[in-house]
């Protein structure tokens, strides 16, 4: 050893590692295993039969090849140095001929496999790519002992080749990680996609677009955005001018990872199912690698305050012209870095939030489909639409608070032993004060979630009363009660308020303690340090203020982290409730007869069990009880109670009794909507099913019939024929084809109930469960519609089962079943009926069934006939698409810049004088901040002795003070004036929205009304005030920053006018395509939440029907539109943001190669920022 490590220790000097430990056991060693694995996998895998070839881009060869190539050689200059050094006559170490030369042999090892088709089997083995991580964080010492001293071209080569292997590891990491989801990807198809593999390649032109640039420079620096912004210019953007959506943004994609951790979920935990393990099942590892970027962002980012310290010494000391043109070279390129990585770790944390929120919207929207209305019983309207409107959106902000919980803390704590390494223990005055505002911070947050819990419930209530008030707008205007309902809801949303003022002024303390902490950080931290003896250079304090620049986000953005954690957490709480209900009961087999469909804990019956006997049953109930609500209790009471009955197949079946006996709560117990208790329920084929008030969908007529079917021209005839709709059609505008509002608001009574049975029948199901379907149309029309569709050959031979009080339908009834109060009063065939003493009770005033009525109808029902072919042979009923004309009023935005007015709009509503407030404390709480960097700026100039040192502490304390209480004034002025203008909007709004006529709700869905007053209102709540903050704030760093500038560096005013001009050709570019997407962001949104309002009313409707996958596929396509349009915003903002970046970053590193040039030693504190 004494011939390795001559003179020296061997592993420690007392500072630090020795340069032989370093060199032998952190670099040959290491270097030497990277060889032997290498080489030994190598031959095995040569030797063994190989899998097929991965394929790499460009962007992979570059990794693959040229870095190796990059790292050999710059192991070869080493080694080329060492032999100059040695013939000069210097002594080299041996240690140092071993550290190069394992290191050339290390690299040319992985260059010689490389090129070789086994490289990924090698290379990605699972314990190489553990190794691939751990050797470069080995060899951080070593680049430590380097960076000590002023040689900066040393520095330099360690820390590209240190960051050369890092590359790429990280390179064989993400290649093992995209070939592991391929092969899953792969798997997962075996399965049957949720939608078509067509539809889902061409659909909206959605294809992978991440993949399908030429170049990886694209992708990294947007460029694929360009042409939507020139078209963002020109003309007024429309969805189809979007951003291609690449193929893992896509909805069903999402939805089958999410859903497929949701099912293991609920089977490793049935009994308490969390949706924040399924997303971390489904999402956790895309969301850890990229936590390995964002800890490469990281580390960059404090790599520029240690070379500035470099170059502040530089200026004072100087170590030769060429060291300071490498250091402002190296700053420069440290900060392009960090744009570019700031910008893809935004880009990509942006994409996994996106495919987050649509699979979770998704999810949501299938629950609605699959519950059952026992289950959903327990949730208001107004709280499931608040999951979709609000939850959904904090669930998925995890993804922004996560990475955050463990990189801000990982940040605070390396800002502050850089500090140490330049103030010693002084810093620790300013860590007290961190530490002290902690149990602060702590009880503040505990407070937030208090009130936001409160604050949800409140609004859950404020959006059920407001879709209530929605919904019977008409009733209420009749009666002229809207003004009542609207006194309601402002009574709820005053009670939302009152939460929401908790919650704002709690913030406005953490806005101040945030805004505060580096001001007292700085004050402390140097003021003992200068006590302590200590006096303050130009590095020192130019190095400490970029820290505390650092500094500024981690701390700042700490409590708003655990804040969001906590807000999504609480949403994802609420969340899982409702995804952890039990689904629609039922259990299905298919046959030839169609489906058996048994409900109940009782083994199901196959249909060879239901057709034993002569006559084959329909619907079978056997001791069959149920309850409306999920959470049956012993003693509650029961809606049907020990019921047993069987419908042969092919009847006509009668249910009557009085108001509330159960007929309807019968019919919801054979679709399984009801909580069955006991017994066991069976339905035995295809059902179709009309309710009491029926639901009609958003759409044309034809699409309410077909109802996802294929159009048959024949049978679609017939039905509308049979269910006399062929005489109102004929007579609307567009004929089958006319628009019809949401819930049927542009038909009578008589016209929905008879599109609801035109949906049945078309569907041509086995079992047809009509409830009381008569009572909505007069005597002829009813009668028409028993003879000619319940009894007509459309419905022959079908099991029909029909509740009722129509005497011409008891009369013609196959059986007929008496319900009273949940119980089977009577039931039998209806010649057992006539004989029966409930016939006079239900059948007054008759001794027989009035055959005779019936058959004197048939003269007027054939005049019908010939009247119906007259008016329908000179009109025709069935429209083409030509002749379709759209009622709906699509949904309005505006166009270009957002009008003055808006902004005068919003300050009205929280008061001039509130605004000229903020305006005013912002601007003195930035002049004291500047005040402070500059005074401190000549405390360093100028210190001699105590009694200096004392004065300028008590000035710079004053500074603080000043900061401090206009801070407190900012931050409470702009809670005062948020809450203000959010009370002020929504009581405009409302009062607007119940003054509009009702054709205005007819023309407009519920959702989109309810999106205004859900999302939107959400919004002005609480997004726009915490942005306009954040926008006051920065535009006043700005003006104090360039202030500064000018005043202390007349060069930088030659800069300001070219990038001024350059910033406003950014943003002239980027703000009217930002305006429009904003726009076609609100306009996609509005669909999801009106398909949702709609699907919650019908949900019954479609289950009966078994159309849930065609809904979930409607659904989706509004996803897709939403999920485009979010992600064309992200990208033009990046877009925009890396370009901003980049010119200032240029600027600022003219601006040092000056400094280099004219050898000065001071550069203005502004540039620390």
Sequence with gaps: MDVICPKTPIVWDGKSFTPCFENIVLGFGANMITVAAVVVLGVNKRNATTTRNIRIGLLGKVFLHILPAFGACLSFYEMFLLMKSSLEGHNVE?????????????????????????????????????????????????????????????????????????????????????????????????????????????????????????????????????????????????????????????????????????????????????????????????????????????????????????????????????????????LGFTSILKSFLDTQYTFRLGKLKLMLRSSIMIILYRKCLFISQAERSIFSDGEVQTFMSIDADRTANLCNSLHDVWSLPLQIGVALYLLYTQVSFAFVSGVAITI??????????????????????????????????????????????????????????????QHLSTRKYLDAWCVFFWATTPTLFSLFTFGVFALMGHSLSAATVFTCVALFNTLISPLNSF????????????????????????????????????????????????????????????????????????????????????????????????????????????????????????????????????????????????????????YDARRYREVLQACALDIDISLMIGGDLAYIGEKGVNLSGGQRARLALARAVYCDSDIYLLDDIL????????????????????????????????????????????????HVKWAGMSANFLVSPYLATYVPNNSKFPSSQLLGKESMICASDELRSNVLLESGFVATSEEAQETAETEFRKEGRVELSVYKSYATFASWPVVFVICVSAFFMQASRNGNDLWLSHWVDNTT??????????????????????????????????????????????????DAPVHFFDQNPSGRILNRLSSDLYTLDDSLPFILNILLANFYSLLGIVVVLSYVQI????????????????????????????????????????????????????????????????????????????????????????????????????????????????LPWQFST
């Excluded at 064989?172 to 078509?196: G, Q, T, Y």
């Excluded at 530089?314 to 060291?323: A, P, Y």
């Excluded at 050959?793 to 013609?812: D, E, G, Y």
């Excluded at 005013?1053 to 910033?1063: A, G, K, N, S």
Aim: hydrophobic letters at 45%.
């Design 94 to 330: 041996y240690h140092d001929w071993l550290f190069r030369c394992s290191q050339f042999a290390s690299w040319m090892t992985i260059l010689l496999v490389s090129n070789f088709s086994y490289w990924f089997h090698v290379f990605c083995n699972p314990i190489l790519c553990f190794w691939w991580i751990l050797k470069p964080v080995l060899e951080i010492p070593l680049l430590l002992t380097k960076f000590s001293s002023l040689e900066v071209i040393t520095c330099l080569k360690e820390s590209s080749s240190i960051f050369a292997e890092f590359m790429f590891g990280l390179f064989v990491i993400v290649v093992k990680a995209m070939h592991a989801s391929n092969e899953e990807r792969e798997f997962d198809s075996i399965e049957d996609p949720l939608l078509p593999r067509d539809s889902v390649a061409n659909k909206n032109h959605i294809i992978d677009a991440d993949w399908k640039f030429s170049s990886c420079f694209d992708l990294v620096t947007f460029k694929f955005v360009n042409l939507m912004m020139d078209l963002g210019v020109t003309k007024q953007l429309d969805f189809k001018d979007l951003v291609e959506l690449p193929c893992d943004l896509m909805p069903s994609s999402c939805h089958h990872t999410l859903m497929r951790g949701w099912v293991a979920e609920q089977n490793k935990h049935n009994s308490n199912p969390s949706l924040f393990r399924a997303m971390c099942y489904a999402y956790g590892w895309p969301y850890l690698r990229l936590g390995l970027l964002k800890a490469i962002n990281d580390c960059v980012g404090f790599i520029s305050p240690l070379l500035l310290n470099k170059l502040i010494k530089f200026l004072q000391q100087g170590s030769g012209d060429v060291d300071g043109y490498f250091l402002a070279l190296s």
């Design 436 to 497: 002290l505002l902690i149990p602060v911070n702590k009880w503040i947050s505990t407070m937030i979630a208090s009130a936001t819990e409160k604050m949800m419930k409140q609004k859950d209530e404020r959006i059920r009363g407001a879709g209530e008030l929605i919904t019977y707008i008409r009733t209420l205007k009749m009666y002229s009660w809207e003004h009542l309902f609207t006194k309601r809801l402002m009574e709820r949303r005053a009670m939302e308020v």
């Design 559 to 710: 409590p708003w982290v655990i804040n969001g954690l906590i807000d999504a957490m609480i949403s994802s709480r609420r969340l899982s409730k409702y995804l952890s209900c039990p689904e629609h009961n039922s259990e299905c087999e298919q046959s030839s007869g169609g489906r058996l469909n048994t409900y109940g804990p009782s083994p199901c019956l196959f249909e060879s069990e239901v057709d034993a006997g002569a006559n084959p049953k329909a619907i079978v109930f056997q001791n069959a009880s149920c309850v409306w609500s999920s959470s049956y209790e012993v003693g509650n009471s029961v809606i049907l109670d020990g019921i047993s009955l069987d419908f042969p197949k092919g009847i006509f079946v009668a249910i009557i009794g009085e108001v509330g006996s159960g007929k309807s709560s019968l019919l919801n117990s054979i679709l399984g909507e009801m909580h069955l208790i006991r017994g066991v329920i069976q339905a035995c084929g295809s059902i179709a099913y009309v309710p009491q008030v029926p639901w009609i969908q958003s759409g044309s007529v034809r699409d309410n019939i077909l109802f996802g079917k294929e």
């Design 775 to 822: 009572s909505a149309v007069d005597s002829q029309v009813a009668c028409w519609i028993l003879q000619r569709t319940i009894l007509g050959p459309l419905m022959n031979q079908k099991t029909r089962v029909l509740c009722t009080h129509n005497v011409q339908a008891i009369s013609s009834a196959d059986m007929i079943v008496i319900m009273d109060r949940g």
């Design 945 to 994: 002795g105590t009694e200096n040192t004392r004065f300028y502490l008590v000035i710079l304390s004053i500074f603080g003070l000043v900061n401090s209480l206009f801070t407190l004034a900012r931050a409470f002025s702009f809670s005062y004036g948020g809450l203000r203008a959010a009370v002020q909007v929504h009581t405009k709004l409302l009062n607007k929205l119940v």
């Design 1051 to 1162: 060069i930088f005013l030659l800069l300001l006018f070219p990038l001024w001009y350059v910033y406003r050709k950014l943003q002239f570019y980027y703000r009217s395509t930002s305006r429009e997407l904003r726009r076609l962001d609100s306009v996609s949104r509005s669909p999801i939440y009106s398909c949702f309002t709609e699907t919650l009313d019908g949900s019954s409707t479609i289950r009966a029907f078994r159309k849930e996958e065609f809904f979930l596929a409607r659904f989706m396509e509004h996803i897709t539109l939403y999920q485009q349009t979010s992600y064309s915003e992200r990208t033009a903002s990046l877009w925009l943001s890396l370009r901003l970046q980049r010119n200032v970053l240029v600027a600022g590193s003219i601006c040092y190669f000056i400094h280099c040039r004219d050898g000065c030693c001071w």
